[in-house]
Each structure stands twice: as structure tokens, then as C-alpha cells.
């Protein structure tokens, strides 16, 4: 790893990693999996190449799972705070990255929405709501 490297952590700062641009992709998915994954409307990955990806700490406290019946999802969490990390994708050479675990800008922007048909029925754009820079006032 070089010094182009951005580093990223679990809720709890245990499951640390550095991972390298270029990344291959930077999308947000609204399908039900990712919902229920992510407890939200949508999820926010990124992909890169497993050479590109590095565990910087932590890796022996990784839940790893793999959805039974499902070709390709996982998600893979910390023991200690239940919150997701990157898991290794099970059909490419690739890691897929939560961008929410990020500590530093990735420096690219997504450019995709999957799954857009299968979004939930709440889901609102932001330009739509009132926005406060914290809390409501
Ligand atoms: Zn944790
Ligand atoms: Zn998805």
C-alpha cells in the first residue's frame, strides 16, 4: 500500500483497512437486500479490485455471511459492534466497500442507482425535504 491509500473502519474503530483508487465502481443499490442490509433506503458501494484492498486490523473478529439461496450476497460485519465491513464479492475478484465505512473522501462520486424499481415505496429524493445541518431547529 502506498500513500495514495484511504482508510476506512467499522463503527467501533476494532476492524480497520486502507484500500487503493482506482475503484471500479461507486453506485448506490435500492434492492430489498441491500435495504435490509443496510437497515436503509439504499446502500452506497464501492468496488475495487482484491489487490487494491488491504485489512489493516481486526480481520479475526470478521463475521463472514454468505446469504443461503443467493449467488452472490454477503455481508460481512465486526463481532464486536455488529456493524458491516467490506466482504470479498463471492462471484468476482473484486471487495465491495460500504462507503459509509470511509474515513477519508474516495475522491470519485456514484454514477449509478441500481435497482431503482425495487427502491421502497418511502423513499423521497433529499431535494425534497426540508434539510437541517444537524439536528432540527
Ligand atoms: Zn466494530
Ligand atoms: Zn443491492
Same mark, same amino acid.
Do not use: N, Q, S
Given at each position: 500500500m502506498n500513500d495514495a491509500a484511504i482508510n476506512g473502519s467499522c463503527l467501533c474503530g476494532s476492524v480497520t483497512f486502507a484500500v487503493t483508487p482506482p475503484f471500479s465502481a461507486f453506485r448506490y443499490c435500492h434492492c430489498s437486500r441491500c435495504r435490509k442490509a443496510s437497515g436503509s433506503a439504499h446502500a452506497a458501494n464501492l468496488v475495487l479490485p482484491r489487490t487494491q484492498f488491504e485489512w489493516?486490523? *481486526? +480481520? /479475526?473478529s470478521v463475521k463472514r455471511f454468505d446469504l443461503p439461496g443467493s449467488e452472490r450476497f454477503s455481508l460481512w460485519t465486526c463481532t464486536h459492534c455488529g456493524g458491516r465491513v467490506p466482504h470479498e464479492m463471492r462471484t468476482t475478484e473484486n471487495v465491495l466497500v &460500504? /462507503? *459509509? @465505512? @470511509? #474515513? +477519508? #473522501? &474516495?475522491g470519485i462520486r456514484p454514477r449509478h442507482c441500481n435497482f431503482w424499481d425495487s427502491k421502497a415505496p418511502w423513499y423521497v429524493e433529499p431535494q425534497q425535504m426540508e434539510i437541517f445541518s444537524e439536528y432540527p431547529t
Open positions: 489493516r486490523t *481486526g +480481520e /479475526a &460500504p /462507503a *459509509g @465505512l @470511509l #474515513d +477519508e #473522501d &474516495p
